[in-house]
């Protein structure tokens, strides 16, 4: 299976890990970050628990 060349977060988690690990390799606010995600999940244009869902398998785990 594909991995990405970004962890998810071991520290900075509500869940898994996801949001955290990519405001932590992008180095965004991971608060507004997840504010973000939230907003366009609930879109119709953007497939948020997919692409969550997506992110989990294909980002490592934490170090």
Request: hydrophobic share 55%; charged share 15%.
């Amino acid at each position: 299976m594909m991995k990405i060349n970004i962890h998810r977060s071991a520290t900075n988690k509500v869940f898994a890990g996801v949001i955290g690990g990519l405001a932590e390799h992008f180095q965004w606010n991971p608060t507004l970050s997840r504010l973000v995600f939230v907003i366009l999940a609930f879109t119709p244009f953007f497939p948020g628990i997919i692409a969550y869902l997506l992110l989990w398998i294909l980002m490592k785990d934490p170090e």
